[in-house]
């Protein structure tokens, strides 16, 4: 089982606001990364570090983070954000890479 | 732009062994940690392990006694061997690059290019 803990399906009406949580313990020591995977697609990173977006990635998508829960907040969901999200970090011993259990977000 | 793709056998037979490489273009295999990472149909990420372009490694240890990667930096590649295959090894494998932040409250570590993936199936 995971270390890192989401939510399974979350939804949300066109152009308002989701907030996706991930919660474990390492998250008090390392930052959380954030994926967006369409179906049959690679995933594709939206944030990581404390709220950095890569280049591409629309200003909706912000990241925050407070104890053992770290959040992907999407401002004005429009269809297109439909998709799974997951988080990523390391296990509790900081020693390995780990992802979350994934969250899928329905745009209604 | 960074590019990444698998290449290798689409299907494997149970207890063999399964192996893939990962191309890099467009920048140099130098100065980066690679991952593999995987994903069973209609399953979440799976990290399986990555390597430092020196060679050192760390693997999932889940996996650990099947896992080999490998890096050869002439070519630009790196690779995965995964021994004893089974029907729960049938997964997409991607291949990912690792970057990592740094600031003075902590550091977080993400994989910013990955591969298109590529599917493995185990079955005779």
């Known amino acids: 089982s995971s270390e890192l803990t989401q939510d399974p399906a979350v939804s949300v009406a066109l152009g308002q606001t989701v907030r996706i949580t991930c919660q474990g313990d390492s998250l008090r020591s390392y930052y959380a990364s954030w994926y967006q995977q369409k179906p049959g697609q690679a995933p594709v990173l939206v944030i990581y570090?404390?709220?950095n977006r890569p280049s591409g990635i629309p200003d909706r998508f912000s990241g925050s983070s407070s104890g053992n829960t770290a959040s992907l907040t999407i401002t004005g969901a429009q269809a297109e954000d439909e998709a799974d999200y997951y988080c990523?970090?390391?296990?509790?011993?900081?020693?390995?890479?780990?992802f979350g259990t994934g969250t899928k977000v329905t745009v209604l | 732009q960074v590019q990444l793709q698998e290449s290798g056998p689409g299907l494997v037979k149970p207890s063999e062994t399964l192996s893939l490489t990962c191309t890099v273009s467009g920048g140099s295999i130098s100065s980066y940690y690679w991952s593999w990472i995987r994903q069973p149909p209609g399953k979440g990420l799976e990290w399986i392990g990555y390597?430092?372009?020196?060679?050192?490694?760390n693997y999932n240890p889940s996996l650990k006694s099947r896992v080999t990667i490998s890096v050869d930096t002439s070519k630009n590649q790196f690779s995965l061997k995964l021994s004893s295959v089974t029907a729960a090894d049938t997964a997409v494998y991607y291949c990912a690059r690792v970057s990592v932040v740094v600031t003075a409250a902590m550091r977080g570590y993400y994989f910013d290019y990955w591969g298109q993936g590529t599917l493995v199936t185990v079955s005779s």
């Open positions: 990523n970090s390391r296990d509790s011993s900081g020693n390995h890479p780990v």
């Open positions: 390597i430092y372009y020196s060679g050192s490694t």
């Open positions: 570090g404390k709220n």
